[in-house]
Every structure is written in structure tokens, then in C-alpha cells.
């Protein structure tokens, strides 16, 4: 082999295979990389189609360029293309790493559950969520009063999942005696309430008759006829009565006013 074509095959090799390409190349280009963990992944740069990997570093203008990867089975639900969008300087050497999402809809039974990927809330059921990868992604649903779920979602064969969550019995019958003791101590406060509301009704009417009591009796000690001395005297007692009568309602209306406000907070 001569020294000239030596020379030509070492170049050669340098250019496609140099991790860093501006030493070789103008320093008014930009270079970027896409490495995959497949082969045979269709690479677009600003809506182009450039190849499909693997492929050797690519000159690009300086500026801000759209790279996508896409999916090999894209064409299924699911299955998401890789798009990123980089800012690439001249001189600038990037290496880039696609991977792909993938979607899940996510339906519980019953609905509303929150939904944690690795920690973090993202939504309640129904909902459809985009993981990086089925291994590394922790799936958990959970909802008051039933047991939490946890996914595996690699045991699943279809993207559409409908997870029936088991009720937590002992969660739940404790949760239902709570609700259940909140609506009496919300029913007694009503009645205290009311109590309260009548106690100052049968107070106002025993002034009242107080009042008109007194003033028929009065005017009893002043009537001339034995007729008028009479009425006068039976309406003062039949309005005293009614003060009396009132007066006994504004005690008990107190009475079960405090009974039921302690069965309110009890």
C-alpha cells in the first residue's frame, strides 16, 4: 500500500469517525451527533429527512435547529417520535441520545384516582400519561378509602389500561362512621340554631304579654263600671298566662338549645 493512499484512508477514517470533528472541519459549522440504542432510526433536521442511523457527525449552520427521531412503530398509539429542539454555535460539537415516550391512558373503577409517577402527582383517572421507559417508571393509583395500586407495566400487552381498585373495608367503614358522625353534629347544630332562633321569638312574646298584662290592670284599677272592671281584670290574667306560658318556652328552648349544642361537638 503506498503512502499517498495511507494517507487518504487514515483522513477518511478521521472524518467519519473523530469525536470531535472542528479540529478537522471549517470552524463556521456547527456539528451534531445522534446516537441510538437501535439501529435503522430515521433522523429529520428542520423537517428534512438526513439518513437513518447510525450516521457520523453532521454539519449544521449556526442557529436553532429542530432535530427529531422517529419512532419505528409510530404509526401505532402509543408510540411517540423524539423531538428536540438545539441551539448550535459555530465550532460546537453535540452529542445527542433519543428516547422515545410512550403513552398510556390510564381508567380506574371507580374514577378520580390520583395517579404518582415515581413520586410525583401528575393527575387523576382517567388520564393519559407519557413515561420514559417501562422499567424505569413507578406506577401508582391512589384513592381514599381503597387500597393503593401499583402498575407493572410491563405485564400489560395494550397500551389502554382499565385498573379496578380494591376497596380498603376497614378504611372504609371507618371513613363511613366519621361521615356519618359529622352529619349528626351538623343536624344538632341546626337544631341548636333553631333553638336559639325560637328562645329569642318566645322571649319577644313574653315581654309582650307582659306588657299588655300589665296595662289591661291598669286600666282595671281605673275602669267606673263593674262591667268593664271585669274584662279588664280577665284579660290581665289571660295575658299573663300567655307571659307565663312564653316564659316557661323560652326556658325550655334554652335548655334543649344547650343540650344539643353538646351533643354538636361531642
Given at each position: ?61 449556526p442557529g436553532i435547529h429542530q432535530i427529531a427521531a ?25 452529542i445527542l441520545k433519543p428516547s422515545f415516550k410512550i ?164
Amino acid at each position: 500500500m503506498s503512502l499517498r493512499l495511507a494517507r487518504t484512508l487514515l483522513i477518511l477514517f478521521l472524518i467519519l469517525f473523530n469525536p470531535i470533528p472542528n479540529l478537522l472541519h471549517s470552524q463556521d459549522f456547527g456539528y451534531v451527533k445522534i446516537e441510538t440504542d437501535s439501529a435503522g432510526i430515521e433522523i429529520l433536521i428542520d423537517g428534512k429527512l438526513i439518513g437513518m442511523t447510525p450516521l457520523p457527525f453532521i454539519a449544521l449552520q449556526p442557529g436553532i435547529h429542530q432535530i427529531a427521531a422517529l419512532h419505528p412503530q409510530r404509526f401505532l398509539w402509543g408510540n411517540l417520535d423524539w423531538l428536540q429542539t438545539v441551539q448550535i454555535a459555530a465550532g460546537d460539537s453535540i452529542i445527542l441520545k433519543p428516547s422515545f415516550k410512550i403513552l398510556f391512558s390510564l381508567q380506574s373503577k371507580p374514577f378520580g384516582a390520583e395517579i404518582y409517577i415515581n413520586g410525583e402527582f401528575q393527575g387523576t383517572t382517567p388520564l393519559t400519561i407519557a413515561i420514559e421507559s417501562k422499567d424505569s417508571s413507578s406506577v401508582i393509583l391512589k384513592k381514599e378509602g381503597y387500597n393503593d395500586q401499583f402498575l407493572n407495566l410491563n405485564q400489560f400487552q395494550t397500551n389502554h389500561l382499565q385498573i379496578p381498585l380494591v376497596r380498603n373495608n376497614q378504611l372504609f367503614d371507618f371513613k363511613q362512621v366519621e361521615e356519618n358522625e359529622q352529619k349528626k353534629q351538623s343536624h344538632y347544630r341546626k337544631l341548636t340554631y333553631g333553638m336559639w332562633g325560637l328562645s329569642v321569638l318566645t322571649g319577644l312574646a313574653t315581654v309582650y304579654f307582659k306588657d299588655q298584662a300589665d296595662e289591661k290592670y291598669r286600666q282595671y284599677l281605673v275602669a267606673s263600671s263593674l262591667r268593664d272592671m271585669n274584662k279588664l281584670f280577665n284579660d290581665s290574667r289571660r295575658f299573663d298566662q300567655y307571659s307565663n306560658i312564653s316564659l316557661g318556652a323560652v326556658q325550655g328552648c334554652f335548655v334543649l338549645s344547650f343540650y344539643f349544642l353538646i351533643k354538636s361537638v361531642k
